[in-house]
């Protein structure tokens, strides 16, 4: 498959999806038998999750995609670490109320704190458009719904650059109907 093609599909470069591939592997994810089938390697692994996370196919059309059972495509969405979670912060910080009586040192600490929040609804904006999977999060289970926006934020992370836009709405990702901002 070529470049653009490979880019369209899991929304990675090529060399960006050879890096996560290896610093996987050197984190411990190894290519394993599953359902008593053939081995699904590393790249395979990666691949799906990659899938899974840019398209808002089933599992049942992702096995028939990558040649795996639907156990096997279920199993392997999960890409994270605990180490990303910090639960010596689980608190939120919101601005104080203006009833008037705000200081100026309380004015200026609710407008940084709002430029942040924006920054950080854009941020997920630039997510959900290019994961797909986050416009939609059907799964009822807390700590699945917890990785999977974990795992997009680091995906993210490691792909983002200067070069790196929304290829589809470089103006930035229209909200249409999109209550999940």
């Not at 498959?1 to 996987?24: I, K, N």
């Not at 705000?102 to 200026?108: G, I, S």
């Not at 959900?128 to 799964?139: A, E, F, P, T």
Request: net charge neutral.
């Amino acid at each position: 498959m070529d470049e653009h093609t490979f880019y369209r599909h899991l929304r990675v470069t090529l060399a960006q999806f050879d890096h996560l591939v290896e610093v996987l592997g050197h984190q411990g994810l190894k290519g394993d038998q599953h359902d008593g089938g053939l081995e699904i390697p590393v790249r395979q692994k990666v691949a799906l999750f990659l899938w899974y996370m840019a398209n808002q196919n089933s599992f049942r059309e992702m096995s028939d995609k990558f040649n795996v059972s639907q156990s096997s495509a279920h199993r392997y969405m999960l890409l994270g670490d605990s180490a990303y979670i910090s639960r010596d912060h689980t608190f939120i910080v919101t601005p104080k109320r203006d009833n008037g009586a705000l200081t100026l040192q309380d004015q200026q600490r609710n407008t940084n704190i709002c430029r942040g929040r924006v920054v950080v609804e854009q941020a997920f904006g630039r997510v959900k458009c290019k994961w797909r999977r986050m416009r939609d999060l059907q799964n009822t289970r807390l700590d699945v719904v917890v990785m999977l926006i974990m795992s997009a934020c680091m995906l993210h992370n490691l792909c983002t650059g200067p070069a790196d836009m929304c290829q589809e709405y470089p103006a930035g990702c229209p909200r249409h109907e999109d209550e999940n901002i």
